[in-house]
């Protein structure tokens, strides 16, 4: 399909992973990034796996006015993924003001833009956050959203909220909301992967990081869960699977085969993993040992969840493919090959 895909936060994690797969398939793609969290140089991994590049614009989405005159330039628009936005939980909590401007403000410049210049499909990246620790597991897409325990997770729901609205009002609208649980890995070419800045905070890049001699050790948080082996438990999705998901998602809005305005698709694997046993998988799959340590539980935590994939897998006909191990060694590959760039 050579239909033109707008990728917002498209040289981001997930965003430049999503980038691949359209491309592969034969969309067209134009990336709109303000680079704040990712390096343009990701183009060149896309271009080096696609053989082709994307168009890019480098501006901030928050930029109504910059925004208007990019839709009157790229005038033959068929779909909107959102990616962008912030994600770092302890930094809204710091910061709640920069959350709620930057993923909410994005949002609307960007659901206006749709209705204006009429682009009909929307995607936007959810997140299992919204659930926080659910009182069934695994947990489906009816389950009610708890109080968010972040002003990054009050955004994903408010941003939910505001994207039903919206297409209730205008009738040839259609969107998406796809709830990722935890993403991890890298493309297996290791030519694009996660960017951290500075301490990672989520647990696959601390490993790869830790293995590689960057930090000392892994900080295990907590041992004490009611969980088999004490530690907690989430659906770790790898990002190549979840970006297919994407792609799926767009088709399917294209060959209108939605069953409502707006959908909601769980994205993971359906099983859940401890920490514990992440731990385990890496040291399997690389054959590196970790250096780590259990130390107390961190602030906010949930102990367990793991998505119902049921919906994901009748309606989209999507499930993740990629093994626990494989992703793994693709996260670690992807740290070898930054370790050898930074030399
Ligand atoms: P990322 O930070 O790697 O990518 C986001 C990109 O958006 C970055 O390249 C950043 O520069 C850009 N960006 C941010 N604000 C912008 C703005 N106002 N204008 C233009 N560009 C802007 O993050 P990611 O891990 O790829 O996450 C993508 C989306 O998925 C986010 O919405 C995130 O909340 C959501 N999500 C991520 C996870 C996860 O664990 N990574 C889990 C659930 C949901
Ligand atoms: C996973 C598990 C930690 C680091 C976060 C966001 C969520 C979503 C994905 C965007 C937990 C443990 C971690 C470490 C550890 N993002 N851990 N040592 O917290 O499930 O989800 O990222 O939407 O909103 O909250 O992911 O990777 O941080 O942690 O023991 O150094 O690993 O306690 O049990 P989390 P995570």
Redesign the pocket.
Same mark, same amino acid.
Request: glycine share 8%.
């Given at each position: 399909m050579n239909k033109l895909i707008l990728v917002t936060g498209g040289t981001g994690y997930i965003g430049s992973h999503t980038v691949v797969e359209l491309m592969n398939e034969g969309f067209d793609v134009v990336i709109i990034d303000n680079l704040s969290n990712s390096e343009k140089s990701v183009l060149n991994g896309i271009a080096e796996i696609t053989g082709r590049r994307p168009f890019f614009e480098q501006f901030d989405i928050c930029d109504k006015k910059r925004l208007h005159d990019f839709f009157r330039i790229y005038k033959k628009l068929d779909s909107i993924i959102h990616f962008a936005a912030y994600?770092a939980?302890g930094e809204s909590i710091e910061k709640p003001l920069m959350y709620y401007q930057n993923n909410l403000t994005s949002l609307m410049n960007l659901l206006e833009g749709m209705i204006e210049f009429k682009i009909p499909h929307f995607v936007f990246s959810?997140?299992?956050?919204v659930y926080g620790q659910p009182d069934q597991l695994p947990v489906n897409e009816e389950a009610p959203f708890k109080t968010a325990d972040?002003p &990054?997770?009050n955004t994903?729901q408010i941003a939910e909220e505001i994207i039903r609205d919206t297409v209730n009002a205008n009738d040839n609208l259609k969107a998406i909301s796809l709830r &990722? %649980? @935890? !993403? /991890?890995g890298a493309h297996s070419s290791a030519l694009i992967g996660e960017l951290p800045r500075g301490v !990672? @905070? @989520?647990?696959?890049p %601390? *490993?790869t990081q830790t293995a590689a001699g960057v930090r000392n050790e892994?900080? *295990?948080? $907590?041992d004490d869960y009611n969980t088999p082996d004490g530690?907690? /438990? +989430?659906d770790y999705i790898n990002v190549v699977d979840l970006a297919k998901a994407h792609v799926v998602s767009i088709k399917r809005m294209i060959e209108q085969k939605s069953k409502s305005d707006l959908e909601i698709f769980n994205l993971g694997t359906g099983k859940g993993s401890s920490?514990m046993e *992440?731990v385990n998988a890496f040291e399997k799959s690389t054959g590196e040992k970790l250096n780590y340590k259990i130390v107390g539980? +961190?602030a $906010?935590?949930?102990e367990s969840?793991y998505a119902d994939i049921t919906y994901a897998n009748k309606e989209l006909g999507w499930k993740a493919e990629i093994g626990l191990e494989e992703t793994l060694l693709s996260a670690w590959n992807w740290e070898k090959y930054l370790r050898n760039k930074k030399r």
């Amino acid at each position: 399909m050579n239909k033109l895909i707008l990728v917002t936060g498209g040289t981001g994690y997930i965003g430049s992973h999503t980038v691949v797969e359209l491309m592969n398939e034969g969309f067209d793609v134009v990336i709109i990034d303000n680079l704040s969290n990712s390096e343009k140089s990701v183009l060149n991994g896309i271009a080096e796996i696609t053989g082709r590049r994307p168009f890019f614009e480098q501006f901030d989405i928050c930029d109504k006015k910059r925004l208007h005159d990019f839709f009157r330039i790229y005038k033959k628009l068929d779909s909107i993924i959102h990616f962008a936005a912030y994600k770092a939980v302890g930094e809204s909590i710091e910061k709640p003001l920069m959350y709620y401007q930057n993923n909410l403000t994005s949002l609307m410049n960007l659901l206006e833009g749709m209705i204006e210049f009429k682009i009909p499909h929307f995607v936007f990246s959810s997140s299992a956050t919204v659930y926080g620790q659910p009182d069934q597991l695994p947990v489906n897409e009816e389950a009610p959203f708890k109080t968010a325990d972040s002003p &990054y997770g009050n955004t994903k729901q408010i941003a939910e909220e505001i994207i039903r609205d919206t297409v209730n009002a205008n009738d040839n609208l259609k969107a998406i909301s796809l709830r &990722y %649980f @935890n !993403p /991890i890995g890298a493309h297996s070419s290791a030519l694009i992967g996660e960017l951290p800045r500075g301490v !990672p @905070n @989520n647990l696959v890049p %601390f *490993i790869t990081q830790t293995a590689a001699g960057v930090r000392n050790e892994l900080k *295990i948080f $907590g041992d004490d869960y009611n969980t088999p082996d004490g530690t907690a /438990i +989430r659906d770790y999705i790898n990002v190549v699977d979840l970006a297919k998901a994407h792609v799926v998602s767009i088709k399917r809005m294209i060959e209108q085969k939605s069953k409502s305005d707006l959908e909601i698709f769980n994205l993971g694997t359906g099983k859940g993993s401890s920490v514990m046993e *992440i731990v385990n998988a890496f040291e399997k799959s690389t054959g590196e040992k970790l250096n780590y340590k259990i130390v107390g539980k +961190r602030a $906010g935590d949930v102990e367990s969840v793991y998505a119902d994939i049921t919906y994901a897998n009748k309606e989209l006909g999507w499930k993740a493919e990629i093994g626990l191990e494989e992703t793994l060694l693709s996260a670690w590959n992807w740290e070898k090959y930054l370790r050898n760039k930074k030399r």
